[in-house]
């Protein structure tokens, strides 16, 4: 279920006007689905042009997996922003604090489209922990516990 004022696909102009993230480290392509403050589904896909392909690794590019940690915080923080009435009103900057539980069972290659999934465990004061996980092609490649906390004054 979506935000009654907000329509699906989010594309990335809208991304770009609530993430402070800029190419090369914004992550999030789209988002394809959203239940405030509860879940949000989005997408990345990966090219073969991304730049830490170069190095990482010659002859067999392989994304980074803090790079996939990093794509499933800014989907948090995008269902963070999504889910205030009206969606994207405050741009609150939140910065990834804390990882448990990182797992990472599939390489993730250039051609691959990386779904992003993160559900809201709970919100405490200005700090968000979330449940987060990627897929390709439908199979688990990483999951995450993130917690993302916004700065004090």
Do not use: W
């Not at 991304?50 to 190095?55: A, K, N, R, V």
């Not at 989907?75 to 604090?97: E, H, M, N």
């Amino acid at each position: 279920m979506s935000h009654p004022s907000l329509s699906m696909p989010v594309d990335v102009n809208q991304i770009m006007q609530m993430l402070p993230h800029r190419y090369p480290f914004l992550l999030v392509d789209r988002v394809i689905d959203i239940e405030p403050n509860v879940k949000l589904r989005a997408l990345k896909n990966v090219s073969f042009n991304e730049p830490y392909f170069q190095g990482h690794f010659p002859g067999q590019p392989v994304m980074p997996g803090v790079l996939i940690i990093e794509a499933m915080a800014q989907a948090s923080g995008l269902l963070t922003q999504l889910s205030q009435d009206p969606p994207g009103l405050k741009q609150t900057l939140f910065y990834l604090v804390k990882v448990d539980n990182a797992r990472f069972t599939k390489p993730v290659v250039p051609g691959d489209q990386l779904i992003l999934e993160s559900r809201l465990k709970r919100m405490l004061r200005r700090m968000g922990m979330y449940e987060c996980s990627a897929y390709v092609d439908g199979v688990e490649v990483a999951s995450a516990d993130v917690l993302c906390a916004e700065p004090s004054a």
